[in-house]
């Protein structure tokens, strides 16, 4: 009895789960495409004029604007600080790693609003500017961990005689790590730089007390959710969001598999 | 020695980096925690008063405790709705569990803003959930179900939550030896008293993982009290935003925002204690 009756269940059960979970998802995508200015069911039928509001709108597209260049800027910083950490948590065993270690993931445990306000703090006692490039600043912090926890997790999957053997041939360490350990590294790198673009893209929490005036874009839509009116034109942005990223994060996910099948193999 | 110099020129710049924009705005805020005021004299006044007034106004105290129990509600609720989530991939989904888990895992990186914002559409009471069981007729009239109360943050956030909760159960369950349960099984064992007495303590490390990895970020959470919290809602985070956007009182901002980073603090080192960092960090 019991033997059929579980299977079932458990696959019932994780399909409400993840209807539930893709509904909301589903619902903004659905609405976005609908002829009325208010959410409510029943529909009123199919139009574009949501979408077509997105590219008229300045502000929107400033915001847009200040989003890819954070993101861009910051995550190409945490790639970069989170290789080199990796590489020296993975090949080395000396003292400092552990600290180090331990003071890179903690802002994967500090709440936002502290890393946010502190840094609120910092910039206004030494005069830094509240802007776009402030708020990159915190989320360089917060990609780091991630970033390195990706690239470590391929560091791991291959031995360092490689590196050695470069250096047998006559490379300098940081020619063998430059010609050997990077190109071996590039899908974790690309992925663990879509990861923290993703990252900080969504940020809100900390990209609100250090922005200023040049809103990022989770800072313009949250400042538009007051307004029934331009609800349509969130709604029709927020589908176009998730589509992106769940594509983003579907490809990155891939790359992290092709990465990491070969070790599990050898 | 030439080990020692490359591994310093490499954590170099990232330890700088994380010195300068991490580790010093703590300090700093050290500092402000002990200010006066954030202007004039007041500035170069050091004082222990907002301590001793965080100490004893027992408004903080109780959206402290408010906030301790939400954030303890749902991590107990995300965890029970993840565990079978994670039992079910692990024991009954075959070979095809790991794409399943990423079936599950995929919304929860979409938009986190975007995502409670959908249940405040969703919600609302001029909102979805409304104008569907309107128009077929279920209600006859608009009633506000959930919106703007503790219940619409504690819901969207097991929403949030329970995906990243399952990872470390599903990585415990993973990780049990499934000839255990086969014996167990051989010598007269009933499956239920199997799971009682192998699956479930042996996952126990990855119920407490998952159950502190919806504890730790939800105590900070101020953004989705805003936006569906109301003022029943409203959490520690909230308290905290508002007095460095509204009351302008840092100092006193400060001393929260410590309390806060300190009972983090101690929440990791117990469970770092309790289980391996190493066996967290896996799956995530």
């Given amino acids: 009895m019991r033997k059929c009756n579980l299977p079932?269940?458990?696959?019932?059960?994780?399909?409400?789960?993840?209807?539930?979970?893709?509904?909301?998802?589903?619902?903004?995508?659905?609405?976005?495409?609908?002829?009325?200015?208010?959410?409510?069911?029943?529909?009123?039928?199919?139009t574009l004029q949501w979408y077509g509001t997105l590219f008229e709108n300045r502000e929107l597209l400033k915001a847009v604007g200040n989003s890819l260049m954070i993101g861009f800027g910051s995550s190409l910083v945490a790639t970069i600080f989170g290789t080199m950490g990796a590489i020296a948590i993975v090949r080395f065993k000396l003292p400092g790693r552990?600290?180090?270690?331990?003071?890179?993931?903690?802002?994967?445990?500090?709440p936002y609003v502290i890393l946010g306000v502190s840094l609120l703090i910092l910039f206004n006692e030494i005069g830094i500017r509240l802007s776009a490039f402030a708020a990159g600043l915190a989320h360089v912090i917060i990609s780091i961990p991630y970033a390195m926890l990706v690239v470590a997790s391929r560091l791991v999957g291959f031995p360092d005689n490689l590196e050695e053997a470069a250096m047998d041939l006559g490379a300098s360490y940081w020619g063998a790590l430059l010609r050997v350990t990077i190109p071996i590294c590039s899908p974790a790198l690309l992925a663990a730089f879509l990861l923290c673009f993703t990252i900080s893209f969504d940020e809100y929490a900390i990209a609100s007390f250090l922005v200023g005036t040049d809103a990022t874009l989770p800072v313009y839509l949250f400042s538009q959710l007051r307004f029934p009116t331009r609800l349509p034109m969130v709604v029709a942005l927020a589908a176009i969001l998730m589509t992106v990223t769940m594509a983003v994060m579907l490809f990155t996910e891939w790359l992290r598999r092709v990465v990491q099948s070969p070790a599990k193999k050898g | 020695m030439e080990n020692r110099s490359r591994f310093a020129s490499l954590i170099?710049?990232?330890?700088?980096?994380?010195?300068?924009?991490?580790?010093?705005?703590?300090?700093?805020?050290?500092?402000?925690?002990?200010?006066?005021?954030?202007?004039?004299?007041?500035?170069?006044?050091?004082?222990?008063?907002?301590?001793?007034?965080?100490?004893?106004?027992?408004?903080?105290?109780?959206?402290?405790?408010?906030?301790?129990g939400i954030s303890f509600t749902i991590s107990v609720i995300s965890s029970l709705l993840a565990y079978p989530l994670a039992y079910y991939l692990v024991f009954k989904a075959g070979p095809n569990r790991v794409t399943l888990l990423t079936l599950l895992i995929i919304p929860a990186w979409t938009s986190y803003l975007l995502r409670v914002f959908a249940w405040k559409l969703?919600?609302?009471?001029?909102?979805?959930?409304?104008?569907?069981?309107?128009?077929?007729?279920?209600?006859?009239?608009?009633?506000?179900?959930?919106?703007?109360?503790?219940?619409?943050?504690?819901?969207?956030?097991?929403?949030v939550w329970v995906p990243f909760v399952a990872l470390p159960i599903f990585a415990a369950l993973e990780r049990i030896d499934k000839n255990l349960l086969e014996a167990a099984a051989d010598l007269g064992c009933q499956p239920w008293e199997a799971f009682l007495r192998i699956t479930l303590p042996l996952s126990f490390p990855g119920i407490l993982a998952g159950l502190f990895f919806a504890l730790i970020p939800t105590l900070g959470e101020f953004v989705t009290p805003l936006l569906v919290g109301g003022v029943s809602g409203s959490m520690y985070g909230n308290l905290i935003q508002d007095q460095f956007m509204r009351a302008l009182n840092w100092p006193m901002g400060s001393v929260m925002s410590l309390a806060m980073l300190v009972a983090v603090l101690l929440l990791v080192f117990i469970l770092t204690r309790l289980s391996s960092l190493t066996d967290l960090v896996r799956f995530s």
């Fill in chain 2, 12 to 68: 170099g710049p990232p330890s700088l980096y994380l010195l300068l924009i991490f580790l010093l705005p703590m300090g700093v805020m050290f500092v402000y925690s002990f200010r006066a005021g954030i202007a004039g004299v007041a500035y170069d006044t050091f004082t222990l008063a907002n301590y001793q007034s965080f100490l004893t106004n027992s408004h903080f105290h109780r959206l402290l405790w408010r906030s301790a």
């Fill in chain 1, 8 to 46: 079932s269940l458990g696959s019932i059960y994780f399909l409400v789960v993840c209807a539930v979970l893709y509904l909301p998802i589903l619902l903004l995508i659905i609405f976005s495409f609908n002829n009325a200015t208010a959410l409510v069911f029943p529909l009123k039928g199919f």
């Fill in chain 2, 122 to 159: 969703i919600l609302g009471s001029s909102g979805l959930l409304n104008s569907l069981l309107l128009s077929i007729g279920l209600i006859e009239v608009a009633s506000p179900i959930l919106i703007y109360s503790r219940g619409a943050v504690i819901v969207t956030l097991i929403y």
């Fill in chain 1, 98 to 110: 552990n600290i180090f270690l331990a003071v890179a993931a903690l802002p994967l445990v500090i």
